[in-house]
């Protein structure tokens, strides 16, 4: 992504050392905005919310450190690094400055690659800082939502468990039977709760390894629908998986394993009962296309952009009141980005989802197993 021009807002009732700063700034490539006094400064800052503010000390009116105080106690603007710009040397004004919020300080007259090398030293350090406070907002995001889906199926097995433990002589085989397929549904849900954070904890911290290995789609994908054929079951859920022939992509197993049981527990979570799920795959165009169609609920427009954006954190109840994270579809993007492949859907409010996973494919690898 190409990053846009800094802004950096240059407050300096000088008119000769406020054009030469400019000139200088501007040279380098920022979009230089300027302001004549500290009463000027405190409208445009709040306006225009630049990445760094160069703030002379001694103007008319209000000071530089009495501007940088007020910026410093908005929330529109406390992020905002200041450097003053200042003739004045003295410990004591040095200390004031800091102590109001500013981050730095070039004396005038300044030499230019001081100038350069300050503006740039610190919009670096609020790029890493904005880039760590983001960062802690997702990892913070993340856990709340595990921790407050984790409870729920933690507290079926409980209940579920101790009804058994205290009534387990009362109960009929029927209800036993019935009684061990809701703590197998809700102990899947708690190891694919895990699994997920365990994965996305790894791809955060740079220690998910990938291994590229040949992958039998036609194989995986059937074995994937076995271990779902109990949830499907339970809502009477038809699953669809007609392709005759297989195919062979070079890729990470363990990632494309876990993208195709979150799609399939995702349909299956937004099929109504006695629903329909069709998975096919084909290849076309280099790429080998994985296709989990559902004839379900579907989202709404304005739902579609949030489900890949944990910051929005799209989540609703299945049709049988199923709950989640929506999690899945998010850690399923960023896996798949990991190993260059792609996913993509087209979803229609009351008809259905069609999620579609793109692999670029080895041509050898692809056709090996075509004729077979």
């Not at 410093?72 to 406390?78: F, G, I, L, R, S």
């Not at 009684?179 to 102990?187: A, P, R, W």
């Not at 980005?337 to 993509?344: C, D, L, N, T, W």
Request: charged share 30%; with cysteine; proline share 2%.
């Amino acid at each position: 992504m190409i990053s846009r021009p800094k802004k950096i807002l240059i407050v300096e009732d000088d008119e000769v050392s406020r054009l030469l700063t400019s000139r200088i700034l501007e040279a380098s490539g920022f979009n230089i905005y300027n302001s004549f006094n500290g009463d000027e400064a405190l409208v445009e800052a709040e306006k225009l919310l630049p990445d760094l503010i160069l703030l002379d000390v001694s103007m008319p009116g209000i000071s530089g450190f009495e501007v940088c105080k007020i910026l410093k106690n908005k929330k529109e603007t406390k992020d905002i690094p200041i450097i003053f710009l200042t003739g004045k040397t003295e410990y004591q004004d040095l200390v004031e400055g800091f102590l109001v919020g500013g981050v730095d300080y070039i004396k005038k007259p300044f030499n230019k690659f001081e100038l350069l090398a300050r503006v740039n030293t610190h919009l670096e350090l609020k790029k890493s800082k904005d880039k760590i406070v983001e960062q802690n907002k997702i990892k913070d995001k993340f856990f709340s939502i595990i921790a407050h889906d984790l409870k729920s199926p933690l507290s079926s097995l409980t209940s579920l468990a101790e009804i058994m433990n205290e009534e387990f002589s009362d109960l009929s085989n029927d209800e036993i039977k019935k009684f061990i397929g809701l703590i197998y549904n809700s102990s899947r849900n708690v190891l694919s709760l895990i699994e997920n954070l365990f994965t996305w904890s790894r791809s955060q911290i740079g220690t998910l390894e990938i291994v590229n290995e040949e992958i039998e789609i036609r194989h995986e994908i059937k074995r994937s629908i076995e271990s779902f054929r109990s949830s499907a079951r339970d809502k009477n859920i038809e699953i669809v998986f007609n392709n005759e022939h297989d195919l062979v992509i070079l890729s990470d197993g363990k990632i494309f394993k876990l993208v195709i049981a979150n799609l399939i527990s995702n349909g299956i979570k937004f099929t109504n009962k006695d629903g329909l799920i069709e998975i096919s795959f084909h290849q076309a165009n280099g790429k080998v296309d994985i296709n989990i169609k559902d004839n379900g609920i579907g989202f709404e427009n304005e739902d579609k952009e949030k489900l890949f954006k944990l910051e929005s954190h799209f989540n609703t109840r299945g049709t049988n009141d199923e709950k989640g994270t929506g999690l899945g579809l998010i850690l399923c993007k960023e896996l798949l980005s990991k190993v260059g492949a792609q996913i993509s859907f087209i979803s229609e409010k009351d008809k259905g989802s069609c999620f579609t996973v793109s692999y670029l494919c080895n041509s050898n690898l692809s056709n090996e197993l075509v004729n077979q």
